[in-house]
T-cell receptor
């Protein structure tokens, strides 16, 4: 139980384009999902907290107009990286909360060329 | 001071030995504490959580929590090559997880 999926697992896009990443809780409903970013050799950095039916809460320093988050249902949250640039290349990981524990998706590796 | 600190460098242990990892946190009001294992290129997976002072054992893993001293540790007994990974300490505060930078463990056969 408590399985979280992400799609795609990796994506390469050109600078200036937008990329959408999906995060799904497969066998449970998650009122709250989280989006993290991890650069090589660094720890996970929380980008935003996504609550179903309401606006996401962004961490300080994260541009909400660049990283659009939509939590459309209790099993799906999406992160759209708009006008991506090479510095946005990173490992993006979502997690879904179940009874105060977070279960992580497998991550999406984004490369912007 | 960072919210969660893991200061030890890479840890090399012989197969079968005990690996010991430490973590300190700054928010005295934190209530729940987690250890995640992350293999290179993969996302973290939860291996232990602890809420109360003292020890909690799960198989070869033991988590220890001392709220007065604001530290949490992880012991891995009978270390196996498959335990080679980065171990992340995470502390729940303000309805969000704060992660330490992680400790790399290398188990030498």
């Amino acid at each position: 139980g408590a399985v979280v999926s992400q799609h795609p697992s990796w994506v390469i896009c050109k600078s200036g384009t937008s990329v959408k990443i999906e995060c799904r809780s497969l066998d449970f409903q998650a009122t709250t999902m989280f989006w993290y970013r991890q650069f090589p050799k660094q720890s996970l950095m929380l980008m935003a907290t996504s609550n179903e039916g309401s606006k996401a809460t962004y961490e300080q320093g994260v541009e909400k107009d660049k990283f659009l988050i939509n939590h459309a249902s209790l099993t799906l949250s999406t992160l759209t990286v708009t006008s991506a640039h090479p510095e946005d290349s990173s490992f993006y990981i979502c997690s879904a909360e179940l009874i105060y524990e977070q279960y992580f998706g497998p991550g999406t590796r984004l490369t912007v060329t | 001071q960072k919210e969660v600190e893991q200061n030890s460098g890479p840890l090399s242990v012989p197969e079968g030995a005990i690996a010991s990892l430490n973590c300190t946190y700054s928010d005295r009001g934190s209530q729940s504490f987690f250890w995640y294992r992350q293999y290179s290129g993969k996302s973290p997976e939860l291996i232990m959580f602890i809420y109360s002072n003292g020890d909690k054992e799960d198989g070869r893993f033991t988590a220890q929590l001392n709220k007065a001293s604001q530290y949490v540790s992880l012991l891995i007994r009978d270390s196996q090559p498959s335990d080679s990974a980065t171990y992340l300490c995470a502390v729940n505060g303000n309805n969000r997880l704060a992660f330490g930078k992680g400790n790399q463990v290398v188990v030498i056969p």
